[in-house]
């Protein structure tokens, strides 16, 4: 996952699907954290309903990032984290909009507003916006480490150091002083 570049083919693939059930676990509890909070205001409050999506839609936003970047994308780069958060919001914000474009569309352009039909459309937006989401996030966001770059060449042993042929001979002793 790390890598994408090495490996034979059935790696690099297992290596997605490994990433892919990651982010669909982490997505998961998203879309439970999203549907759960968008219902409870909706049957609370009398908030439209894609206000209400939208507050659903950035606590999970909230909730996804913690399993993101401790979970599902734990081995890429952690360099950078300012970097990081713009991006994952930026990104967040653009998914945002596409799922909650589908909702207000059925609500507000066909009318379908009842709490079936605003769950439903609710749901296909977070799909929508999903797919969206998992490539820009692991193209964009979490990025993959580099790499390892292995020598094209193996390096040379060092040169040995030379051993001196022979002991040096001790200083003679000074004769004794006669006095």
């Known amino acids: 996952m790390s890598t994408p570049k090495n490996g034979s083919l059935l790696e690099r693939v297992r290596d997605f699907a490994r990433e892919v059930a990651k982010f669909g676990a982490v997505g998961g509890l998203g879309v439970l954290v999203n549907l759960g909070v968008f219902n409870l205001i909706r049957n609370t409050t009398d908030l439209q309903v894609v206000r209400a999506s939208v507050i659903a839609t950035v606590v999970a936003i909230a909730t996804n990032y913690l399993g993101f970047r401790y979970f599902a994308y734990r081995d890429r780069a952690q360099s950078g984290r300012t970097r990081e958060l713009t991006l994952f919001a930026l990104f967040s914000a653009i998914g945002l909009v596409i799922e909650n ?25 977070i799909g929508t916006a999903t797919v969206f989401r998992f490539w820009s996030y692991r193209t964009w966001v979490f990025k993959a480490l580099p790499a390892p770059t292995e020598p094209s060449e193996p390096m040379p042993d060092p040169a040995p150091v030379p051993k ?13 002083a006669n006095n």
Do not use: I
């Open 101 to 125: 474009g589908v909702l207000y569309t059925a609500t507000y352009g066909f009318g379908w507003d009842g709490p079936l039909a605003s769950n439903v459309f609710k749901f296909v937006g």
């Open 164 to 176: 001196p042929d022979r002991r040096p001979e001790p200083l003679p002793e000074p004769a004794p």
